[in-house]
């Protein structure tokens, strides 16, 4: 088997059944929106990846390779609720969770009625298939995001994203941005603040804290999604690079890196997904471990769910300023 195709493992995305026609790569056009709530930064060579004995090897996060980065912009923090909301007023945009009619929510999240009668995907029966879930409505017909409006917007597409991201004159991150930005500017730590997970006990994402799936205690404040801003920016100021949702990238999905020192990747041209990164509030060691900053999995692009968001990067302006 290609290991440049080979599907990632479902246990973090669940995937819908289902084909697109999406576009196949990064535009060559220039992105030069709003600069209001992203941060600048300065690129340079940094470490991708990781050989941490914690990784999943079949994930292709190593081996550790050197990336050089141009300048950009990124958000700091996910589209919200609200944002998307500005953008869905503007546009009218119809999400591909609309359009399908139903979207992926956690068992946990959902009465016993509907968990009842909802189909379930058989290799990650917490999700269940309901019918009217989509960003507006995160749990299905009746609910709200009502009171979350700080939190980030969910069941959300690479394509929803990227429609977002065209709108707003911005774009979908490259993995290899995503990582560097989400380092903070540490060296192959674990995590965006080191390499432990709960310094001195205090609690620095929004994860999984028990027994998946069965008991969540919210140590952390959080059972569901937290507002983007919560917790503490990583050295860059970027928060929640680590847990709460899942964040889409530009990249379609690869194991087979390039060797040697690579400029500005892009990714491959195709592949059975695209890229998403930083894990969820629905990680948890004993099954996932992705909220560590080298983690990454995958979902076609067409694909969402309860836990999947997004944010912006933004190119630099090479302009030069006329004088005077």
């Known amino acids: 088997m290609d290991p440049a195709s080979t599907s990632p493992s479902p246990c973090c995305a669940p995937h819908r059944d289902r084909s697109a026609e999406v576009w196949t790569g990064r535009s060559t056009a220039t992105y030069l929106g709003s600069v209001d709530g992203m941060v600048r930064l300065p690129g340079g060579e940094f470490l991708m990846g990781t050989d941490d004995a914690e990784g ?3 994930d292709g996060e190593g081996p550790v390779r050197t990336v050089r980065l141009s300048p950009f912009h990124i958000d700091t923090h996910a589209v919200s609720n ?11 945009h119809v999400t591909e969770a609309e359009h399908i009619g139903w979207s992926y929510v956690f068992a946990g ?25 989509r960003w507006d409505r995160p749990e299905g017909t009746g609910s709200t995001w009502e009171g979350r409006e700080n939190h980030p917007v969910v069941h959300i597409s690479w394509n929803d994203a990227a429609a977002y991201c065209a709108w707003a004159g911005k774009r979908l991150p490259t993995e290899a941005e995503w990582e560097y930005a989400a380092r903070g500017g ?5 995590y965006p603040w080191g390499d432990e997970l709960d310094p001195d006990g205090t609690f620095r994402c929004n994860i999984w804290r028990g027994t998946f799936p069965t008991k969540n205690t919210a140590a952390d404040g959080y059972r569901g999604t937290a507002p983007v801003d919560a917790f503490e920016a990583n050295g860059f100021g970027l928060y929640n690079t680590s847990g709460n949702v ?19 990747p892009l990714g491959p041209g195709n592949g ?14 004993s099954y ?16 969402g769910s309860g836990h999947t968001g997004f944010r912006c990067a933004r190119d630099v302006d ?6 005077g």
Do not use: M
């Not at 944002?83 to 869905?88: K, L, Q, Y």
């Not at 090479?318 to 004088?323: E, G, K, L």
């Open 56 to 58: 999943h090897r079949t």
């Open 82 to 92: 609200a944002r998307f909301a500005e953008f869905v007023d503007a546009t009218g």
């Open 109 to 133: 999240f959902l009465p016993a009625a509907l968990r009842r009668g909802a189909p379930r995907p058989p290799r990650t029966p917490w999700w269940c298939g309901v019918t009217g879930a």
């Open 186 to 190: 540490l060296e192959q730590k674990r």
């Open 246 to 264: 899942w964040e889409w990238c530009a990249d379609w999905w690869t194991t087979a890196h390039p060797t040697g020192t690579v400029t500005d």
């Open 272 to 285: 059975p997904g695209k890229v998403i990164r930083g894990g969820s509030h629905l990680c948890h060691v």
């Open 288 to 303: 996932c471990n992705r909220y560590r900053v080298a983690a990454r999995t995958a979902n076609p692009p067409d694909g």
């Open 318 to 323: 090479t302009t030069p300023t006329a004088p």
